[in-house]
Structures are given as C-alpha cells and as structure tokens.
C-alpha cells in the first residue's frame, strides 16, 4: 500500500514564475492536507480539501495562492508569481476521515526560488 | 499566538534509557493530539495520539500522557534507540470539522549510543 506521494520532491523557480506541487493521497484516503514548513520552524497549516471541496483555507497567504482536488488526479497547491519568502518544504497529508485525528504526510516537496 | 509549544529545542539521552518529551498548549477545545517523528529531508511520521477524553494511550515502546488540567503532554520512549534520534513534533486537532494539525516547534532528540 503506496503511502502519500509528492512530486516534484525539489523544485527550482526564479521569482515571478509559477509553482506547481502535486500529491496523491493514500490509496482510499478522501482528505487532503497542506502544510509549509519555513526555514527553522514548525510546520504551518494551509488548507484542507476533500474531493473537489475546499474544507478550510484559513492558513492560505490571501494572494497567488491556490488549491484544488478534483474528482479525478493529484490535488494541486499552485503558487503564482512566486517570491523568495515562498522557499520552504511544503507536506501534503492525508487521512481517510476525521475520526481519528490522524494524518499521513508524504516526504514533502522543498521549493527554491531563486 | 503559539497554541502548542515544545518549549525544549533538544533533549540528549543514553541508549536504553527513557526518553520524555514535553509539550504545552494553551485551547482545551482541542480533541486530539498527535506525535510526529522527523527525520531531515523527510516527511513528518505518525507515531501515535490520543483523544482528549483519555489520559494515557501506549503503543510497544511509546506512551503519550496527557494531563488535561496542566494542558500538558508528554512522549515518553521506553527503551530508548539510537535510531529514534530525530526531531519530534506534537500537534494538536483543533476539532473535526476543520481537520487543522497545529503543531510545536520541535524537540530533537539525541540517543547516545
């Protein structure tokens, strides 16, 4: 059983251009994480969404950030017009409902901009 | 506002002794609480949680206490391995309708072998 899968795991943008990260829950997992960790800190969380639904945005920057999970394919966190504060590792998590509390996370996609 | 804190950045101990790690929080709405193991360059591990509505869970060597009136938890590894040397992380589910992980800064842990 193939656990949560992130690709790119690196990813190198000059400023301005647009990153796009992928992940694939576990195999019968229906909710999606993301989380950022910044350099020397904790992990953030972004959003959360379920099959084409955003459940909670509260931790998304307001501007150039997006997410999606659509009913088919990976769910999708889109930076646009990225910028050096973006430089982190970015987690997607997953879990196959709410009644544990527990998530599983993949390995992470560190994005650089340059 | 830090909601969950790990306020030890990093904990050394002997091989086959116990290791205890501490975290605080600050909302007793949360209802589940959850340690992550972290090695560099790797996504966080579960390693085991508990339900607000608890005070112990235990699994093989780990045990998480929680103490509901301090607002406090604690890890504790039983015996202690060199490979549990890595970065520990608590975190805490605001409720389930959001899903939120919120978690400490970290506590690395060092076992000597």
């Known amino acids: 059983n193939a656990g949560v899968m992130q690709n790119p795991r690196h990813l190198v943008r000059r400023r301005g251009q647009e990153a796009r990260l992928r992940c694939s829950p576990m195999?019968?997992?229906?909710?999606v994480y993301w989380y950022r960790q910044l350099p020397e800190e904790g992990l953030k969380f972004m959003v959360y969404?379920?099959?084409?639904?955003?459940?909670?945005e509260s931790g998304m920057p307001k501007e150039r950030f997006s997410a999606e999970f659509p009913k088919e394919g990976p769910s999708i966190l889109r930076i646009q017009q990225v910028v050096r504060g973006d430089s982190a590792a970015y987690f997607c998590?997953?879990?196959?409902?709410?009644?544990?509390?527990?998530?599983?996370f993949g390995p992470g996609t560190r994005l650089t901009v340059t | 506002d830090q909601q969950v804190k790990q306020n030890s950045p990093s904990l050394s101990v002997q091989e086959g002794r116990i290791s205890i790690l501490n975290c605080d929080y600050t909302n007793s709405m949360f209802d589940y609480f959850l340690w992550y193991k972290k090695y560099p360059a790797e996504g966080p591990t579960f390693l085991i949680s508990i339900s607000s509505i608890k005070d112990k869970n235990e699994d093989g060597r780990f045990t998480v206490f929680l103490n509901k009136s301090a607002k406090h938890l604690s890890l504790h590894i039983v015996p202690s391995q060199p490979g549990d040397s890595a970065v520990y992380f608590c975190?805490?589910?605001?409720?389930?309708?959001?899903?939120?992980?919120?978690f400490g800064q970290g506590t690395t842990l060092q076992v000597k072998p």
């Open positions: 975190a805490a589910r605001g409720s389930s309708n959001t899903g939120k992980l919120i």
């Open positions: 998590a997953s879990s196959p409902g709410q009644e544990s509390g527990e998530q599983y």
């Open positions: 969404l379920q099959k084409e639904n955003i459940i909670d």
């Open positions: 195999k019968g997992h229906s909710h």
